[in-house]
């Protein structure tokens, strides 16, 4: 019974930045690593980077040094700072467990795009 809840897409143009959150319930947040993915249209869906309990975050080498992952346990939220962002990010971006994955969300659209 994972539960997540993305939230902040939108719409941005190039180099502009945007916070994404994830709300996680029915599981115990502070005890597990999490990861963000992407789906881009005609694509599959891909890591974007992961989280563990403790915070140590790891990211594929297309978002490294633009984005930053972090999580706040207390309040059960995982973030993704998006810095710089280009137009090859645009997709739907999801959260979910790492690196076994639950049920997926409804994700949350980000567009990039002048």
């Known amino acids: 019974q994972v539960h997540v809840v993305e939230s902040g897409g939108g719409l941005v143009q190039p180099g502009g930045s945007l916070r994404l959150s994830c709300a996680a319930s029915?599981?115990?947040?502070?005890?597990?690593?999490m990861g963000w993915y992407r789906q881009a249209p005609g694509k599959q869906r891909e890591l974007v980077g992961s989280?563990?309990?403790?915070?140590?975050?790891n990211y594929a080498d297309s978002v490294k040094g633009r984005f930053t992952i972090s999580r706040d346990n207390a309040k059960d939220t995982l973030y993704l700072q998006m810095n710089s962002l280009k137009p090859e990010d645009t997709a739907v971006y999801y959260c979910?467990?790492?690196?076994?994955?639950?049920?997926w969300g409804q994700g949350t659209q980000v567009t990039v795009s002048s």
């Open positions: 029915g599981i115990a947040f502070r005890l597990v690593t």
């Open positions: 989280i563990t309990n403790l915070g140590y975050a």
């Open positions: 979910n467990l790492f690196p076994r994955t639950a049920t």
